[in-house]
T-cell receptor
Framework: GEDVEQSLFLSVREGDSSVINCTYT??????LYWYKQEPGAGLQLLTY?????DMKQDQRLTVLLNKKDKHLSLRIADTQTGDSAIYFC????????????FGKGTKLSVKP | SQTIHQWPATLVQPVGSPLSLECTVE??????LYWYRQAAGRGLQLLFYSVGIGQISSEVPQNLSASRPQDRQFILSSKKLLLSDSGFYLC???????????FGQGTRLTVV
C-alpha cells in the first residue's frame, strides 16, 4: 500500500542548513506537502509542491522533488532555534477523498 | 477566513469511561473532515474521514467511532476507553481532493 518514509531525527547547528528527506510510493500523487508541528500543537502547512515541478523556493525553504526516484526533500537555509520542531512529509492519496498519507515525522533539533 | 476549532486541549479519562471530542470548522461549506491520531513515537494515523453529513469512512478497525451531525461538525467518540486509546488527536479539514489540509490544535488524551 501507500507509504511515506522519512528519517526520525536530525540535529544541526544554528546557522547551518537543514535537509530533511522523504520517500513516497504513490506515483499518482498530485501534490506533496511539508508540515511543521511545534510541541503540543497541531500541524502547520509549510509548503507544498505540485508533482510536475522539480523545485520550489519560498524564502528560507527549498523543496526538491525527484519524481523518478519518488524522493522529496526540504532544505531550510540559515536554520534557527525557532525551526526546532517535527516536520512531516505527506502525499495526496485516494483522489476523491483528498486524504493525505503522512510520514512518521523528522524531529529537527537546532543547537545554538 | 476559515478556522477550525477542536476541544478540549487536554483530557485525562479513566479506562472504561466514554469519550467525546468535538471539532468544528468555520468559514467554509461542505469540507472534507478528518480525525488523525498521533501516538507517542509514531506518525500520524488517519482514523476517520467524512465527505459529507452522515458519511463516515473508517481507515482502521478500532475502539472509536465518528459522527458528522452537521456540515461543519465532526465528533470522535468511544463508549469505553482503553489504555491504548491514549494519544494526540488531530482534527483537520480540506476543501477536496489534492488540496492542503488545515489542522486543529489537537487534543492530548491520556487514559489512566
Amino acid at each position: 500500500g501507500e507509504d511515506v518514509e522519512q528519517s526520525l531525527f536530525l540535529s544541526v547547528r544554528e546557522g547551518d542548513s537543514s535537509v530533511i528527506n522523504c520517500t513516497y510510493t504513490d506515483s499518482s500523487s498530485t501534490y506533496l506537502y511539508w508540515y511543521k508541528q511545534e510541541p503540543g500543537a497541531g500541524l502547520q502547512l509549510l509548503t507544498y509542491i505540485f508533482s510536475n515541478m522539480d523545485m520550489k523556493q519560498d524564502q528560507r525553504l527549498t523543496v526538491l522533488l525527484n519524481k523518478k526516484d519518488k524522493h522529496l526533500s526540504l532544505r531550510i537555509a540559515d536554520t534557527q532555534t525557532g525551526d526546532s520542531a517535527i516536520y512531516f512529509c505527506a502525499e495526496s492519496y485516494g483522489g476523491s477523498q483528498g486524504n493525505l498519507i503522512f510520514g512518521k515525522g523528522t524531529k529537527l533539533s537546532v543547537k545554538p | 477566513s476559515q478556522t477550525i476549532h477542536q476541544w478540549p486541549a487536554t483530557l485525562v479519562q479513566p479506562v472504561g469511561s466514554p469519550l467525546s471530542l468535538e471539532c468544528t470548522v468555520e468559514g467554509t461549506s461542505n469540507p472534507n473532515l478528518y480525525w488523525y491520531r498521533q501516538a507517542a513515537g509514531r506518525g500520524l494515523q488517519l482514523l476517520f474521514y467524512s465527505v459529507g453529513i452522515g458519511q463516515i469512512s473508517s481507515e482502521v478497525p478500532q475502539n472509536l467511532s465518528a459522527s458528522r451531525p452537521q456540515d461543519r461538525q465532526f465528533i470522535l467518540s468511544s463508549k469505553k476507553l482503553l489504555l491504548s486509546d491514549s494519544g494526540f488527536y488531530l482534527c483537520a479539514w480540506s476543501a477536496g481532493p489534492n488540496t492542503e489540509a488545515f489542522f486543529g490544535q489537537g487534543t492530548r488524551l491520556t487514559v489512566v
